[in-house]
C-alpha cells in the first residue's frame, strides 16, 4: 500500500541479522551446502495472556525487508573486521540475490499456536540469515495487533485511541505498534508518524502543559476554545476535577456556545475514573452538554476497562497507552522459525527438532494450511495442516482428529476448506500486493466474527483445534519414532 | 561517537511526535505565547522490578534526534491534509530552527526517582514538541540498560551475551535495546547491526536448523569443526543432551585435538539447566575437556540466574533474549516530560501539575542536581536537587532533609558534591560529545561501584535519598498552598 507522502520504506535492515545466521552461512558454503533447498517455518506456540487467538500483522513489512536485502560495502567491511568469515562468503553476500519462495498468512486473520504462519523455501544460506528478521516483524506485530484486539472488544462501540508512543520500546514500537493497534482495531493513534505512514487516523487535542502554561486554568481553557473552537476538548484534572477542571469546562463550554460552536467534550487522566465520570457526566448533562464526549487516559488496559464499564462509568472513549503499545501484561511473543525439510535429489525430506520441552517438538515436511468452516453458519472450525501435495475435496466427508488424543475424531460433510496462506514472493520476486491498514482492519473485523463466540471468549477461552492430515501426522511420528529407537539403548 | 562504519544515524524521527504537541503548538502560536520560554523536566517516578536504581542511557540517541530536527515538504503537506493546523504554523513549521538548551544526566550513572533526567529551556512551541522523542528514547534505553544491569549483576564475573533481537518490539527495540544492554553490563549482542553501528563486540555460531539441515547430528558437528577450527562451539539439544549432543560433541573434540585445535565448548538451550550442566561438565572434564565452556540460553532472567546457580548449576557464560530485550518483567519505563517554569518579564515562575494521583504532583523550577559523596568512602550518601542559582560550598556544612518527613534531618560535614547533569544543546548547538558505547559501559561499572552496598541489594534496597533544597522545597509548598487555598471552599 502506498501512502500518498513519503513512505520511508527503503530502510535497509539487512544487518539486523543474529550473528550466527551469518557464522552458519559462511559454514554452509565451506560445507558445500549453501544452495541446498530447505524450508523453514515460523509459527508460535501460545497466544499470550491467555486469549483464544492472535491477529496476524506484520506482513507488509516483512515484504519491505525482503524487497531491501542486500549488503552494501559497508556491511562487508564490517564483517570483514569481525575476522568470522571467509572472503569465498564475503564474495557471496555481496553479489547476493534473494530467491527464496515465501508463503504468509495475509494480515488480519485470527491464527492459533503450532501452525505456519510464515514458510520459506530456498537455498539454505538464503533461506538461514531471514530468521531474525522474520521474526521479530511478525512477533512484534502479532503481539500488539491481538493485544489491541482484546482491548477494543472490551470497549465494545467506544472508540480506543493508541496513545502510548512514549513509553513503546524503542521508535518502531512506536511505529509499527501503532500499525498494529489499528489493525487489532483501535480507531486512531497518536502518533503523527504513523497516521503518516500509514494513512490511518490521527488524534489528540492537549497536554497538561498548555493549562500550565497559563496563569490559570480557565485562561487556558478559553485560549484553547479560540484556537480550537469546533474541536474544543479539554484536559480537566491539571489541578483538581471536580474542584477546578469541571467547573472551568463548563464555563468555557457556555462562552463557546454563545458564539455558535459546540464544544467536543473533555478529558480525564488521573483519579477514580468511576467516581469521576460519572459526576462529570451528570454535571455536563445538567449544564446542558450531553452530547459533550468523556475520554479517559489513565494506564488502561482491557482489565481496567472491564471493570469501570461494569461499575456504570460514564465513557465515550478511551485512550490507551503503555499498556497497550508493550503489551504490557505479556510483552514476548513467542514465534520460532524452524527448519522443517530439506530437498535431496529433488525430494522433499522432512526434517525435526526434538527437545526435552515436548513443546519445543516441529511439525516437520513443506505445508499448508486449510482453514474449515461450517457451511451453514460460515463459522471457522478447525485449522488442518496438510502436506503441501494434499488437496481437500469438498464434496466428500473430511475426517479431523486431534494430534494427541488421536482416538478423539470429528468427521465433517458439509463444510468449506479454504486456504489460508498466500504466496508472497515467488523466488524471490514480489507477487503479493499488501492491502492498506484500513482495509486490514476491516478484515480482521470480518474474520473475527467468523469465529464462534467460545473462541472469542475473554476468559479460558475454546481451544480452536489446529490438527494434522494423516500424512503429516504419520510423518512427524515415524521421525520421533526412528529418534527415540536410536537413543533408547543409550 | 563515530563508528568506522556507516552509523545510519541521519534518520528523520521528527514526525514521531504526539499529534497534541502539534495541535498545542498550533495553539500557542495562535494565542502570541509560541515563543515564550519555558522549562520542561523529564524524570521517572519508580525503579522497575523493585530496584535501588536506573542506569541512565539514550541520551546519544537523543542528540541524534534534535540534531536531525527539521519538518520536510512532506511532512508539511501531510500535516495540511489533516485540516488541524493554521497556514501560520505550518509556516513556522517549514522554517522551525531549534534553539533550545538541553541539560542531560550522562549515559551510565545511576539515577534515582524524581530528579530530572533531563530539563529543556527554550521556545514553548519547541520544547513541546521534543515530549514525545525525549521520554521514547530514554525511557526505552534506561529500562533496557537496568533491566542488564541486574541481570549482569547476578552473572557475576560470567560474561552475559544479549540474544533477543528475534523478540524485541520493532527493529530498534532489537537496536537500541542492544545499545543499552551492553551499556548496563553485557558482554556482546547477536544483533549484528547493533555491533556495526556502535562497536560493539558480536557473537553467535549455530542453530538448531544446522544441526538438522545434516543427516546426523555427528556429521553436523564435524561439518562444524571444519568450518571454524578454533572457535568449535556446538549446540548439543536438538535432539537429546546427554545421549546424543554431548557423546556427539565429545567425539568431535577429540578428533579436533588430533588434529591440533582446542574446542570452544557447548551451548544448551532447552531442559533442566542445573542438572544438565552438572552431567555435562562432569562428562567434558572427565574426556579432558575441562576449559571447554558450557553456554546457556532458555528464556533466562536474573532470578532464574540466581536460582541455578545457587543450585551449582555448571555455566560459564549466559546468552539472554527475550526476558531482557523487552524487560518482561516490567516492561513500561514510566518515565514523563511536565512543564515546571515559564518565564516572565525575564523571571523564572515555577509552575506546578497538581493530581489526584499525589506521585503525579511535580517538582516546580528551574533546577539542578548534585550528587553528595561521603569524602572518605567515595560512596553516594545522597543526590540533592536544588534551584539553578544555588552552589552548594564543600567547605561548609550541608543538612539535608526529608522532602515528605522533613524533621528528618542529616547534616554532612566531610563530602563532595559533584553536578550530575551536563548541558548538551546550547540554544539549539550542540555541545557535548558522546562516549563511545564501551565507554559508557566502563562509567557506569565504576559508578555503581560509588552505591553503597545496601542500595545494590537485589531484593528491597534501600531507598536512596534524592532531597530537596530548602529553597526547591519551599517554592514546591507555596504553591501547593495557594491551590489548596483557592480550592478548599468549593
Known amino acids: 500500500m502506498e501512502s500518498r507522502f513519503d513512505v520511508r520504506n527503503d530502510r535497509d535492515l539487512t544487518m539486523l541479522v543474529d550473528f550466527y545466521e551469518l557464522t552458519m552461512g559462511n559454514s554452509y558454503l565451506a560445507e558445500g551446502v549453501g544452495d541446498q533447498i530447505v524450508y523453514f517455518d515460523m509459527y508460535f506456540r501460545r497466544v499470550p495472556d491467555g486469549g483464544g487467538y492472535c ?3 506484520g506482513v507488509e513489512q516483512l515484504i519491505e525487508y525482503l524487497e531491501n536485502l542486500r549488503f552494501t560495502v559497508d556491511d562487508i567491511n564490517y564483517l570483514r573486521s569481525t575476522k568470522a568469515f571467509s572472503e569465498k562468503f564475503l564474495d557471496y553476500l555481496s553479489t547476493f540475490e534473494f530467491s ?14 503450532n501452525e505456519p504462519l510464515v514458510t520459506v523455501r530456498g537455498p539454505a544460506i538464503q533461506a538461514q540469515l531471514l530468521e531474525t528478521m522474520i521474526l521479530v516483524t511478525i512477533n512484534h506485530q502479532t503481539l500488539i495487533a491481538t493485544k489491541a484486539n482484546r482491548i477494543c472488544r472490551v470497549a465494545g462501540h467506544r472508540p480506543v485511541m493508541e496513545f502510548g508512543s512514549r513509553r513503546a520500546q524503542g521508535y518502531d514500537g512506536a511505529i509499527y505498534g501503532a500499525r498494529a493497534a489499528v489493525i487489532g482495531g483501535c480507531a486512531a493513534t497518536a502518533n503523527t508518524l504513523a497516521g503518516m ?12 502543559s498548555w493549562v500550565q502554561l497559563f496563569d490559570s486554568e480557565l485562561e487556558a481553557f478559553r485560549a484553547w476554545a479560540n484556537a480550537y473552537p469546533d474541536q474544543c476538548l479539554v484536559l480537566i484534572d491539571t489541578f483538581n476535577v471536580l474542584k477546578s477542571g469541571l467547573p472551568n469546562a463548563i464555563q468555557v463550554f457556555k462562552e463557546l456556545r454563545a458564539k455558535g460552536h459546540e464544544p467536543l467534550g473533555i478529558r480525564i487522566d488521573s483519579g477514580d475514573i468511576t467516581y469521576l465520570t460519572r459526576k462529570v457526566r451528570k454535571a455536563l448533562d445538567d449544564a446542558g452538554f450531553p452530547k459533550a464526549v468523556i475520554v479517559i487516559s489513565n494506564s488502561l488496559d482491557e482489565h481496567i476497562i472491564k471493570d469501570v464499564l461494569a461499575e456504570g462509568a460514564q465513557i465515550d472513549s478511551f485512550g490507551v497507552g503503555e499498556r497497550l503499545i508493550t503489551a504490557r501484561s505479556e510483552p514476548v511473543f ?18 525435526i527438532k526434538i527437545s526435552e520441552n515436548e513443546e519445543k517438538i516441529t511439525n516437520p515436511g513443506f505445508k499448508k494450511i486449510y482453514r474449515i468452516y461450517d457451511q451453514d453458519a460460515d463459522k471457522a472450525i478447525a485449522d488442518l495442516i496438510c502436506d503441501n501435495d494434499e488437496v481437500i475435496d469438498e464434496s466428500k466427508p473430511l475426517t479431523l482428529f486431534d494430534p494427541v488424543s488421536t482416538w478423539k475424531k470429528k468427521r465433517l460433510i458439509r463444510y468449506k476448506a479454504e486456504l489460508l496462506r498466500k504466496q508472497i514472493f515467488d523466488h524471490g520476486k514480489l507477487c503479493y500486493q499488501s492491502p492498506s491498514v484500513t482495509e486490514i ?5 470480518e474474520q473475527v466474527q467468523r469465529q464462534w463466540a467460545e473462541v472469542l471468549r475473554f476468559e479460558n477461552p475454546h481451544n480452536y483445534f489446529v490438527d494434522l492430515s494423516r500424512k503429516v501426522w504419520n510423518a512427524k511420528h ?3 519414532n526412528s529418534y527415540s529407537e536410536e537413543f533408547s539403548g543409550k
Chains 1, 2 share one sequence.
Not at 482492519?441 to 473485523?445: E, P, V
Request: overall charge negative.
Open 55 to 57: 491477529i496476524m500483522s
Open 100 to 113: 527464496c519462495d515465501v508463503w504468509a498468512i495475509p494480515e488480519g486473520y485470527p491464527v492459533f499456536p
Open 197 to 208: 505512514m500509514f494513512d490511518i487516523p490521527v488524534s489528540g487535542t492537549m497536554a497538561h
Open 334 to 351: 513467542g514465534g520460532v522459525y524452524k527448519l522443517v525439510a530439506v530437498e535431496k535429489d529433488g525430494e522433499i525430506v522432512p526434517r
Open 441 to 445: 482492519r476491516q478484515f480482521a473485523q
Open 478 to 480: 515415524n521421525l520421533l
